[in-house]
């Protein structure tokens, strides 16, 4: 199964982690919410997949282009 990391395309803080590692994704799946400029932006999985490894939790703090999550598809 070849993994995919997931990066996000802005900086800022984790609000939500609605998949769970172990949890399914498709394609477009939502894998966490990043709060910017008091707005919400989703990040979502390229694949469908497992998620194998989330690499943030809930209030950290992330960098545009930062890899956030690992999907096995």
């Known amino acids: 199964m070849p ?6 395309e802005v900086a800022g803080r984790i609000c939500a982690t609605p998949v ?4 399914t994704v498709a394609d477009g799946d939502e894998i966490v919410l990043v709060e910017a400029m008091k707005m919400e932006i989703p990040v979502a999985s390229p694949a469908a997949g497992t998620l ?3 690499l943030v939790k809930i209030d950290d703090l992330v960098a545009e282009g930062q890899a ?3 999907v096995a598809s």
């Not at 993994?3 to 996000?8: A, D, N, Q, R, Y």
């Open 3 to 8: 993994e995919i990391k997931i990066v996000t």
């Open 20 to 23: 769970q590692v172990g949890g």
């Open 52 to 54: 194998t490894s989330l």
């Open 68 to 70: 956030i999550a690992i």
